[in-house]
C-alpha cells in the first residue's frame, strides 16, 4: 500500500483499527480525502490509542468505536455513507490457530460490504504474508492452510484485482494490534495488501463466452481440449480481471449413446459456460454386459477470471446449471 493509491476527496473507510495508529499516519500524510475510522472496542483503555483518537478528533476526522467489521450495516452514520475505499489491515480474531474463525471473519466482512452504497467500491485487506494463499505469498502455503482470501471475499461478489506489497515506510507510526484492539503484535515483515472489486454473481449470460465455437470449424482427429478452452479471445467480455482465482474440482457421470461426440460435448461446454469451466479431463467409461448403458466420466475444473467463485456456489452450479445445459443442447442424461 502507498499513498499514491488515494484520490483526492474520495471517502475511505477504515475498519478495525484496534490502537488507530494507522488511521493518524494516514491522516498525517495530508491526502485530502474523506476519513472514517472505526475500531471493534467499544471503549479504548489504553493511553496510545487514547491520543490517536484525540489526534484524529482535532484533525476533523470521524471516530466511532463500537463497529463490528461483519456488522457495519447497523451503524445508522455507516449506512448512509457511499465509500470508495474501505480498508482493514490484518484482520484476525485473536489467539493461534484459528484458520477457520479468521476465514469466517473475512466472509462475513465481504458479505456486509456487498450491502453498502457505492457499486464500485474497492476493498483494501491487508494480511500477513503466507496468509492469503496467493502465489504472491513467499513461500506460498498450501491452499487449505491459508486464509483463502479470494474465496472468502467471492461470497461478497468481491474479485481480487491487485496484489500490493505494504510499504511501512510511508506509515512509520504504525502499530499493528491486530483485530479487537489485541495488544499482542505478530510477525508482520513481508505483509501484501489485496485489492477487491465487486464483480456479478454468475449467471447464464456472463459464463458464456462472446465468441463461440462451431463444430464444423474442429478438426476431431487433431482436436484436444485444451484447444477450446485456452484460445485467445476466450475472455472478450471480461470486464474486470480477476487474479489468481480460486479453482475447483467436481466428476460428473453422463449416460450417452453409442453416437455420442466428445467434441461436440467439449464445445457445448464451452458455448454456454466458458467463462467458468477451465479444465476437463476424461475419467473413463462404462458399457453394461447389454450394452444397453454407457456411461463416461469427466472431470471438470471451475475457475473464473471474471465472475466471483467458492466452494458451495459452483457445488450448486455443477449440480443444477452444467447438468441443465448439457441436458439441454446434447443427447445424454446426467447420472446423479
Known sequence: MKPSIFVENESVLLVGEGNFSFSVALCQLNLKINLIATCYESDISHEAGKKNIEYLKRHGICVLLGIDATKLMENPILKKESFDKIIFNFPHVGGKMRIEKNRELLKQF????????NPNVEVLITLCNGQGGTPMDEPKRNWNDSWKVTEMAAHGNFILTKIDPFLWSYFPIYVVTGYRSLQKQFHTTNALTHFFKRSEPPNYQNISPKNKIDIVTCDIDNFLRKDVFHISNKLSNLKIWCIYPPAFTFDITICVTEDFNPLK??????????????????IGSYISPSKEKITKTYRITYKSYIVPLYRQRVIQMHQNLIPNILEKNLNIVIVR
Open 265 to 282: 460435448f467439449y464445445t457445448t461446454l464451452y458455448n454456454h459456460a466458458g467463462c467458468i469451466v477451465d479444465e476437463i479431463n476424461f
Open 110 to 117: 465481504f458479505i456486509e460490504i456487498e450491502k453498502l452504497n
